[in-house]
């Protein structure tokens, strides 16, 4: 195709990875179109019409297409009940709603899967910073890491439950870590253990995770789960927002923290976006198809190059999210000045890294997205640090992603800095 100018070697590798991320396509496709049809069959069972579109403001009593919505996303995770609302900020904003909707003084909060993501920190207060966190208002922390291979030490959780925990909480996305992602099946088996020893509730930070697996979590035990509208649910057409999805005395107490108690659901206006966010459901199962297929492709091409891939290009995937070790700053640097310049947005912008609150290193991101800080739309970070690894998720097209990718390593090459 004549619109970039790539060199043989690049359009050779890229062809050869087409080859090795074949079979990995299809199970990824397939769980696409399973999916799909899922969502599709929620959007008629609930009768969606023209009339859940429209706008309402104030205070929102009776919008039919906000209560729509929760149901919907309750259809398709299998749950009991969801708030839906474009008024969560972000994701850390939805999940803190959920700790704090469910936690009480004296409680405890167990995390099970090594260290939670970063900005979960402050919320908790594990980082010492005591500000408005849980541990502010007196609920406990208590963490069992993972173990040698990344995996959820499966004797220690059950030894750490004897502490009789509020919540157990896990994590499905491997974040920004090099550790595997959990599956829903691996989840299930945690939420059974849990179940079978005490009545801790068990809560799944569901980020990056929706629709890459035919289930989610709230389907194999899991109590709740929450996760980021301007990620992998919101298809990238909702233009903010996040879901709490689970059982519905605890969506209930989640409510009551979202709102006031005894408002809970009822209130809350849509203000017009109730429209992006059906698109966004609509289309997050072919939209998560397309990040995945752009992850298993640059799997594979790096693989190619020599470079180690995190998940590997045929590895099972539970979330959207690809590491690649490139080793050096130097490739860090010119692999995303590559996504950018193959982003729709800002493709004319360098990135150069800075200096990023709370991290100790400097960062290098690519994000060309339509939405700000979408990372369900191709985008790339990397702490100019040890293991010198990428964290690359997103792509709302495969054919655009791939592209970018391509990009990326064609500039790697021009570089020199190929093996
Ligand atoms: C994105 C993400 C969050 C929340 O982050 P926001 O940037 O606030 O949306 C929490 N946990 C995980 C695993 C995530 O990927």
């Not at 259809?75 to 900020?89: M, P, Y």
């Not at 409680?107 to 920190?121: A, E, K, Q, S, W």
Request: glycine content about 10%; aromatic content about 10%; charged content about 20%.
């Amino acid at each position: 195709m004549p619109f970039f100018d790539f060199s043989d070697y690049v359009l050779e590798h890229s062809e050869k990875a087409m080859e090795k991320a074949g079979k990995a396509f299809d199970v990824i496709e397939e769980t696409g179109a399973y999916n799909q049809q899922k969502v599709l069959k929620a959007f008629i069972d609930n009768a969606v019409t023209e009339a859940d579109f429209s706008v309402t403001t104030g205070y929102g009593y009776g919008d039919r297409g906000r209560e729509k919505l929760d149901r919907i996303y309750a259809d398709v995770f299998g749950a009991q009940s969801a708030l839906v609302r474009h008024s969560f900020t972000c994701g850390t904003h939805t999940l803190t709603v959920m700790l704090f909707g469910l936690l009480r003084p004296g409680d405890t909060m167990l995390c099970v899967t090594g260290t939670p993501y970063d900005t979960i920190h402050g919320v908790i207060g594990i980082n010492g910073e005591k500000k408005g966190s849980l541990a502010d208002f007196g609920v406990k922390y208590a963490q069992v890491n993972l173990d040698k291979n990344g995996r959820p030490d499966i004797e220690a959780i059950e030894k750490a439950l004897e502490m009789k925990p509020k919540m157990v909480y896990i994590q499905r996305s491997r974040g920004y870590s090099l550790r595997p992602s959990l599956s829903v099946r691996e989840i299930g088996e945690i939420a059974d253990l849990v179940h079978s020893k005490c009545d801790a509730i068990v809560a799944v930070d569901n980020c990056y995770g929706e629709f890459t697996e035919k289930s989610e979590p709230t389907q194999a035990g899991a109590d709740i789960m929450a996760g980021s509208l301007i990620k992998n649910p919101g298809g990238g057409i909702a233009r903010t927002g996040g879901y709490i999805a689970g059982r519905e005395d605890l969506v209930e107490l989640c409510s009551f923290r979202a709102t006031a108690p005894g408002l809970g659901k009822e209130v809350g206006c849509t203000l017009g976006e109730n429209r992006n966010m059906y698109m966004g459901i609509f289309s997050s199962p072919n939209v998560v198809t397309q990040a995945l297929k752009t992850a298993v492709f640059s799997a594979a091409l790096f693989e190619n190059f020599g470079f180690k891939a995190t998940p590997s290009c045929n590895e099972p995937r539970h979330d959207i999210i690809q590491a690649l070790c490139l080793e050096t700053p130097e490739r860090l640097c010119e692999f995303c000045k590559g996504i950018q310049a193959g982003s729709p947005v800002d493709s004319f912008v360098t990135p150069e890294p800075w200096d990023m609150p709370g991290y100790d290193s400097k960062v290098i991101m690519a994000a060309g997205a339509f939405i700000s800080g979408a990372s369900i739309e191709l985008s790339a970070d990397a702490p100019l640090r040890e293991p010198y690894a990428v964290w690359m998720q997103g792509g709302i097209t495969f054919e655009t992603g791939k592209t970018a990718v391509m990009l990326a390593a064609e500039n790697l090459f021009k570089a020199g800095l190929l093996k």
